[in-house]
T-cell receptor, first 120, second 112 residues
Framework: DAGVTQSPTHLIKTRGQHVTLRCSPI?????VSWYQQVLGQGPQFIFQ???????GRGNFPDRFSARQFPNYSSELNVNALLLGDSALYLC???????????????????FGPGTRLTVL | DAKTTQPTSMDCAEGRAANLPCNHS???????VYWYRQIHSQGPQYIIH?????ETNEMASLIITEDRKSSTLILPHATLRDTAVYYC?????????????WGAGTKLIIKP
């Protein structure tokens, strides 16, 4: 089975430009999360979408936006790029399931290979 | 902020068991312990997770102390391909919490 796929693999943009990153989740997964990872640090949460609705948002400016499509794929958009937006952008998919016996949701996030964005 | 503390780096000889510790002294009853690893410049790879019982899968074993304040990830026979940054994450699975909060992880180097 195919894992999470992301496109493009690498991207170079200049300051002020706009970028769109794409993610296709594992077949059957309905939730997609986006993370930003700058060099030397762990990933930071940006968004999560489930059933086309935003279910969580990290501490990122409004320049960052995302959406999820009926086929559960997702796009992350970043406007007015800054040098500090240079990072590895990771997409993770999961199949949330509810388990009252275990106190709530159960899902494991599986990550794609990432898109390396360089802003010059 | 991440709820876990891990050593910055560790070495292990190829073929030996690699034991990676993680402290999570403020863990609450509904929080799971997740382990991921990230090989250089690739996406994180899920390894294993657990609540309070020890867990084992084809990749690793997870040992959680009885008080749940710490855990150890065990790679039974480390190979050079296990060289990576290993992240220990504590995560609530209540409906309102969707994100994974990552610390700096442990850089594990497997030596020939």
């Amino acid at each position: 089975d195919a894992g999470v796929t992301q496109s493009p693999t690498h991207l170079i943009k200049t300051r002020g430009q706009h970028v769109t990153l794409r993610c296709s989740p594992i077949s059957g997964h309905k939730s997609v999360s986006w993370y930003q990872q700058v060099l030397g640090q762990g990933p930071q949460f940006i968004f999560q979408y489930y059933e086309k609705e935003e279910r969580g948002r990290g501490n990122f400016p409004d320049r960052f936006s995302a959406r999820q499509f009926p086929n559960y794929s997702s796009e992350l958009n970043v406007n007015a790029l800054l040098l500090g937006d240079s990072a590895l952008y990771l997409c993770a998919s999961s199949f949330p399931s509810y388990s009252p016996r275990q106190g709530g949701r159960r899902d494991t996030q599986y990550f794609g290979p990432g898109t390396r964005l360089t802003v010059l | 902020d991440a709820k876990t503390t891990q050593p910055t780096s560790m070495d292990c000889a190829e073929g030996r068991a690699a034991n990676l510790p993680c402290n999570h002294s403020t863990i609450s009853g509904n929080e799971y312990v997740y382990w991921y690893r990230q090989i250089h410049s690739q996406g994180p790879q899920y390894i294993i997770h657990g609540l309070k019982n020890n867990e084992t899968n084809e990749m690793a074993s997870l040992i959680i102390t009885e008080d749940r304040k710490s855990s150890t990830l065990i790679l039974p026979h480390a190979t050079l391909r296990d060289t990576a940054v290993y992240y220990c994450i504590v995560r609530s699975l209540m409906d309102s919490n969707y994100q994974l909060i990552w610390g700096a992880g442990t850089k594990l180097i497997i030596k020939p």
